[in-house]
């Protein structure tokens, strides 16, 4: 069993069930509709919230336990949200095939971050977004969150760099705080990525 299908699997929401603070300004601002596909997805309190709004989500996960109570999280909601045990080392993203791919703290090692984010440049539709928001390197001293590893924390270049033929709609470094269940508490250091496929 792999280390966040035991976290997933406590009775409560370890990240809580209300939507990503910066997800949910930028739904506001965006009118985000459509087949919307959420990676690292967890305990789904993200793709709930994309659901009330009416859109059609797909949560990726590969914690069973996520999924499981990414279900039960929709079905209290009223909603509904399609979940696929999907290791991203092995995904398939297709091409042209969401009108947004998000990714709210998803946090893996180098090639899978590289191999993962041309994953999501190939896999958006024209005209559609990615919308990320991830702990940045300089997150290490901080105690609001994890991973305490470098190797799994990004670099303004990694967005930069990969979507530099997107339009990038917002782009931010720096301070924010988060309280996000029992995981995320507290002043942070984040990256914020908006692009929108050309």
């Known amino acids: 069993m ?3 299908n035991n976290r997933f699997a406590a009775e409560h929401y370890v990240y809580g069930t209300e939507p990503n603070v910066f997800l949910n300004e930028m739904q506001k601002r965006l009118k985000l ?3 919307v596909l959420t990676i690292a997805e967890g ?4 793709a709930v919230f994309l659901a009330e709004q009416g859109m059609n989500v797909t949560a990726w996960d590969y914690a069973e336990s996520g999924l499981t109570k990414i279900k039960k999280l929709a079905e209290e909601r009223g909603v509904t949200v399609q979940t696929e045990l999907v290791d ?3 995904a398939e993203w297709g091409q042209n095939q969401w ?3 998000v990714c709210i703290f998803g946090h893996f090692p180098a090639e899978l971050r590289k191999k993962t984010l041309q994953g999501v440049k190939g896999a958006v539709k024209p005209g559609g977004y990615f919308i990320t928001e991830v702990y940045s390197r300089y997150q290490l001293p901080y105690n609001s969150g994890r991973p305490k590893d470098l190797g799994f924390l990004y670099t303004p ?7 530099n033929d997107w339009r990038i709609v917002h782009f931010f470094m720096g301070e924010v705080v988060r309280h996000e269940g029992e995981f995320h508490n507290g002043l942070s250091h984040v990256i914020q990525f908006v692009g929108q496929k050309l």
């Open 2 to 4: 792999n280390q966040w």
């Open 33 to 35: 509709s459509g087949e």
């Open 43 to 46: 305990e789904g309190r993200n």
């Open 88 to 90: 991203l080392n092995e």
């Open 99 to 101: 009108d947004e791919v």
């Open 157 to 163: 270049e990694e967005f930069l760099l990969t979507f």
